[in-house]
């Protein structure tokens, strides 16, 4: 099973007619090595050896400006 928590925080300011949004996001939260690829093959050299974990914790800061 994967799971995987993320995380969003906005606020909006007004300036008049224009609007701002900034905004982060963090992805992965909680940092988990969730494999997602693994060799599944006992006969083979390289049996359950992991080929493939999700991302790790990103973080992204951004912004919405509406006029």
């Known amino acids: 099973n994967m799971h995987s928590v993320d995380l969003r925080v906005d606020r909006s300011f007004r300036f008049g007619t224009v609007t701002i949004i900034p905004a982060l996001d963090v992805f992965n939260l909680s940092n988990t090595n969730t494999v997602i690829a693994q060799n ?23 912004a919405t400006v509406r006029w």
């Open 40 to 62: 599944r093959n006992q006969v083979a050299a390289n049996a359950n050896v992991i080929s493939g974990i999700i991302a790790p914790r990103v973080a992204r800061l951004g």
